[in-house]
């Protein structure tokens, strides 16, 4: 825990600068265009369902080859237990949970039977009110059930630099919208690789190919139980 203390301490190194709307169309039609023909989006076995990874520079592979980002490593980790599913590559450097929200429609235009979300490291590094994180979090999930589609929560933990009490209240998010939506919860997305030299970038913060793998293993099981749940 306190090497994870440390890594929140300096920020996840996710880019904490706004974005303006045309700017975001710009990314969401690149995501798009990427899911029809990218590597993330490629035919699984016999019609495979199609899983939509929303979140940030986590999600989308911030210094990585496209085939060692996290959508393409959970897609061949799944891929080697016997489920042929296609994994769309749906990070935002620099989104936030706000964001995420916002361009939820556009992620899932070209059709996903399933949603991870990985959202929120950037709302605690701009010290966002948890009660904003929460409520964007809440309709996000709010309009995925709506639509009967499956989520798995992952969470996310606040730099301590902004204090034990907005820490606690941060960190108490992710656990509550988990039990109040009923979903999957993997607590820590960066759990066993945060702060490990060996399983991180040179910036110490981004996971390294190394450390990509760490987190599909870990979260595999919940993501083999959600795409179970698919069939």
């Known amino acids: ?16 600068g706004s974005v303006n709307a045309v700017a975001v169309l710009a990314l969401v039609l690149c995501l798009m265009i990427g899911a029809m023909g990218g590597v993330d989006a490629a035919a699984g076995i016999g019609g495979s369902k ?6 940030d520079s986590l999600a989308s592979g911030y210094g990585l080859r496209p085939d060692e980002t996290f959508p393409a490593r959970l897609k061949a980790a799944l ?18 949970t706000r964001g995420g929200l916002a361009r939820l429609d556009w992620a899932l235009a070209t059709g996903a039977d399933a949603v991870i979300v990985e959202l ?9 009110p948890p009660k904003e994180t929460y409520a964007n979090l809440a309709r996000l999930l709010g309009r995925l059930k709506a639509r009967n589609i499956p989520v798995l929560l992952t969470g996310m933990m606040a730099p301590p ?4 009490e907005y820490g606690a209240e941060f960190n108490a998010v992710f656990p509550r919208l988990a039990e109040r939506f009923q979903v999957p919860f ?15 970038q040179k910036d110490g913060v981004h996971p ?24």
Request: hydrophobic residues 45%; charged residues 20%; aromatic residues 6%.
């Open 120 to 128: 929120g490291a950037n709302d605690g590094l701009r010290g966002t």
């Open 50 to 55: 199609r899983i939509l990874v929303l979140g």
């Open 161 to 164: 630099n902004l204090g034990r």
């Open 79 to 96: 891929l080697a237990q016997g489920f042929g599913v296609d994994i769309i590559n749906g990070g935002v450097s620099g989104d936030t």
């Open 1 to 16: 825990m306190a090497g994870v203390r440390r890594l929140l301490s300096i920020g996840y190194g996710l880019r904490v």
């Open 186 to 200: 993997y607590r820590f997305f960066l759990e066993g690789v945060a702060s490990d030299p060996d399983l991180n």
């Open 208 to 231: 390294n190919a190394r450390g990509v793998e760490v987190i599909v293993q870990g979260i595999l099981p919940l993501v083999m139980d959600l795409v179970k749940q698919l069939k």
